[in-house]
DNA sequence: CGAAAGGCTCTTTTT
DNA sequence: GAGCCTTTCG
C-alpha cells in the first residue's frame, strides 16, 4: 500500500516535510493520527530512516498502543526499534538506564498522587503543621506546579512570597528529602529529572540526541514546560521537530499544561513549517457547526475555519430534564430506542459528564434497563485499596527503602504492628541513620544473637517486627529466582492477605481484582525474574483509564470529557449541561478557566459522528442538598435551527411544570420503541429466595423485592455478575 | 492493639 | 454520600 495515497494535500504536506521543525495544527476529526502514523512510515520507507532514529511522544499508553498497531501493519517489523510512549513511560527509561548520574538508583518506585499526599501528611507532621489548615492536596499540586516550571525547593523557598508559599517551600524541602530516602520519584520527577540530567550531564544528552534524529510529539497544547524543555533538548542538534495540537482542544492547564508552548514554538524555530489541518472526516455539518458556535465565543484564539464533506446529519438535540435521575433515564431510554430502531450499536453510544461523581445515576439506570455498559474511570482499578495494597509488597520487594509502601503494608494485614510501634520504629531508625526496614533487620538480628537489649523493643512488638521483616526476605529472596507469578501467589498467600480478606463484606469483588492484577503480572513472566518486577511495576504505575478502554466490546461508554479527547462514536450524549457543572463552579469567575471549560464543551461536540445530545437536568443533587442550576451558558451560543428535540420529548417549553410530568411522557409517546413498558402490575411477582434468568446478566437469586409506583424493583445477586438492581417492567426476568 | 462508631470535610478534570 | 480521620471501648 502506498503511504500517500488516500491523503488530502494538506495531510500529504505534513507526511512529506521531514526537515526541520514543523507545526501541525489540526482540528477535531482531520485525520491526525493518520498523519503521525503515515508520516512515521514515510520516513521508514521512502526515507530510509531507521526506525531507531523516531521518537513519537503521546498523550496515553492507549494512543501508543494504537500507532504501534497502525505501524506494524504499514511498515512490519520496524515497532520493535521505535521509540513510542508517554513523556513519563519514556523518562522513566531514560533515568533507569542513565540516573545514576543523577544519584537515581535504577530499581526506583514511582509515586503516585496518593502516595504523595501521604508523604506531605508526613512532612506535615514533622513540620509540627496542621494538615487542616495546610490542606495535603493544596500542598501537592503546588508543589507539581513548581516541578512543572522547574522550580527546585531552594529556588521555592527564595521566591516565595505568601505565608502558603512559605508553608509549600518548606514542606516541598523535606518532602523532596523523604522521596530520596525512599528512592522514590513523583510524577513530576519522571520529567524534571530528565531535564535536569540532561542540563547537568551534556555527554548523556548528546547520546540521545543523535539516536533521535526525528521526533514527533502529539497533542501538543497539552505539553507542560518541562515537556516542552525536554522536546527541545533532544531535538536541539538535528531539528527534525514535529509537533501535533490544537489549541482549541486544550484542556489541562490545570496539570501545568501551557498553551504558550505553541507560541513558544513558533518564536523559537521561526523557519517553521506550518500546516494546517481543517478538512474533518468524522462529524456531520451540523455537529460541526454545532461545535464551532460554542468554541467561536472564546476570545483568546486563533478563528479557524473547519469544514466538512459530510451531510447536515440529524439536528442537535437538547433536552431538559427535571432531575439527574430523569436525565440518566432519558439516556438509557434513547439508547436503547435507537439501538432497537437503528442500525446503531450499543458500542456505538457514549454518555460523556464533566465530573467522574455523574457517572453513578447513570450506571443505576442502565443497570434497571439492563443496557450493557463500560465506565472508563470509576474506581480506577490501580487506586483500589486491595490493588494498591498488593502492590506494595512488591514495591517493597523491588526497593525496600520505599517508606510510603511499608507504611502501607507493614500492619496489612493486621499483625500486631499499631502505630506507637511504628512511631517508635521510625524514630529509632532515625537515631540510628537507617531505613525502617534496616532497623527491623536488626531486631531479627539482635533476637538471633539473644542481645535483646540492642533494641528499644517489648518482646510482642520485637516478635512483630521480625516476623514481618523476615517475611519480606522470604519474598525477595523468591523474587531473585521465581517467575513473578509464583511470587505473586507467594505474597497473596503467605503475608495472609487472602486469609484476611474473608472477613470483608466485599471479599468476592475485592478477590475477582486481585486475580486480575495476577493476569497482569502474568504478562510479564517470560522476561528474567528481576527485569519482570521493574516492568510490571512501571505499567502499574503508569497506566491511564482509558489505557484499558476496548472498543471493540459492544456496550454504552460511560467517560468524562477529558478522557474522551482522542475518541469518537457515532452518538454521543453530554450531561450536565448546566452553569456550575459545565462550566464548573470553580472555574466560572476565572476568564481563563472559563475558555477552558468552554474547549472542554468542544471537545465533548466534536466526539460525535452522527449524534449528538446536549442533557441539561434542571435540579441536581450535589452533596446531599438539591440545587437548582440553570442551562449552561454554552448552549446560548448554539444557534436555534440546529437544534431539536425527539419526538417523544415533547414540551416546547420544556420549563418546570412541563419537565415534571416528563417522567410520564417517556412511556406515553414511547409507542414506536422497541421495548414496551408496562405500567401495569408486572406479570411474574418475585420475592427474595426465587431464583431467576436474565437476558444478559444469566442465572441469579431474588434478594430483595420492593414496590415502586406502579412496579417492582427487584435486587439479584448474579452469578459471576455481582449484584444489580433492576426494574421488573423492564428488565425481562424469568422465573426459573 | 484493633474493631467499631461517629464526625469531619470535600469532591474537577489525570500522566 | 464516601472516604478519611479520630475517638472510644474491649
Redesign the pocket.
Known sequence: MDILTELNPAQKKAVQAINGPVLILAGPGSGKTRVITHRVAYLIRTCKVSPRHIIAVT???KAAKEMVERLDKLVPGSVKELTIG????ICAKILRIDGKAMGIESNFVIY???DQTAII?RCLQELNLD??QH?P??IA?AI?KAKSTLIQPKDYVKRSRSYFEEVVGRVYERYEQMLRESKALD??DLLMKTVLLFRKHPEVLARYQERYIHVMVDEFQDTNLVQYELVKQISDKYHNICVVGDPDQS??S??SADLRNILSFEHDYPDATLILLEQNYRSTKTILETASNVISANKKRKAKRLWTENDDGERTFVIEAYTEQEEAQFVANEIERLVGRSHFRLGDCAVMY????QS?VLEEAFIRYGIPYRL??G?RFYER?EIKDIVAYFRLVQNPHDSVSLQRII?VP?????????GKLSSWAKSMGVSAYDAMQLIVEAKRNKNIDDQPFDV??SDALARFSELMDDFVEKSQNANLVELFDMVVEKSGYKQSLKNDPDKDERWENIMELRTVAQQYRDLSPRESLTAFLESVA??????GYDEKLDRVTLI????AKGLEFQVVFIVGVEEKLLP?I??IDDPD?LE??RR?CYVGITRAKQRIYLVHAFRRT???TSTVNPPSRFLDDIPKNLVATPGWWRGDEPRVSDAVFSWNRVRVDETESKPKVSTGVPAVDLKAGDHVRHSQFGEGVVVNSKKVNDDSEVTVAFSGQGIKRLLLSLAKLENI
Open positions: 498523550f496515553t499508553n508517554t513523556f513519563h513511560a503516585d498522587d496518593d501528611k494538615p487542616k490542606a492536596q493544596a499540586s507539581s510524577f513530576d484542556i489541562y490545570w496539570r464533566r465530573t467522574n461523581a453513578r472508563v474511570a474506581t485499596r500492619n493486621g499483625r500486631g504492628i499499631g502505630q506507637q510501634t511504628i510482642r512488638s503508569l497506566v491511564s483509564d482509558v489505557d468524562t470529557l477529558h478522557q464548573h470553580r472555574s478557566q477552558e471549560e472542554l450535589f452533596m446531599g
